[in-house]
């Protein structure tokens, strides 16, 4: 089981955890939209006894139990596209994507 960042992923989290403080990064996953499920991605401020820890670069990336499942051998990247940038997950668990690019559904 691992998740893995790009350097472009990592160098953000850095500049968050920075500016924000934090332990590192908390993936997850949430039922929501029109496919089932959507990506959660936020600063982890504490980690639980239930949590997965994956270390990478000095980066901690934090999941809970039930979402690693569905996370699974992704790969997290960041993008700028436009006037807005996010988190992008290239995730080899989803079957189906919404047209909004919001939710996904796995297999």
């Not at 934090?22 to 039922?31: I, P, S």
């Not at 992704?74 to 994507?97: K, M």
Request: proline content about 3%; glycine content about 12%.
């Amino acid at each position: 089981m691992a998740i893995e960042l790009t350097p472009t992923a990592a160098e953000r989290v850095r500049g968050f955890m920075k500016k924000d403080g934090g332990l590192g990064l908390r993936l997850g996953v949430k039922k929501t939209g029109c496919s089932g499920w959507a990506y959660t991605v936020d600063l982890a401020n504490h980690i639980q006894p239930e949590d997965v820890v994956f270390e990478q670069d000095g980066i901690k990336v934090v999941v809970d139990h039930e979402s690693l499942e569905f996370l699974d051998g992704s790969v997290v990247d960041f993008r700028s596209e436009g006037l807005g940038s996010n988190f992008h997950f290239i995730n080899p668990n989803v079957s189906e994507e919404c047209g909004c690019g919001e939710s996904f559904t796995v297999a």
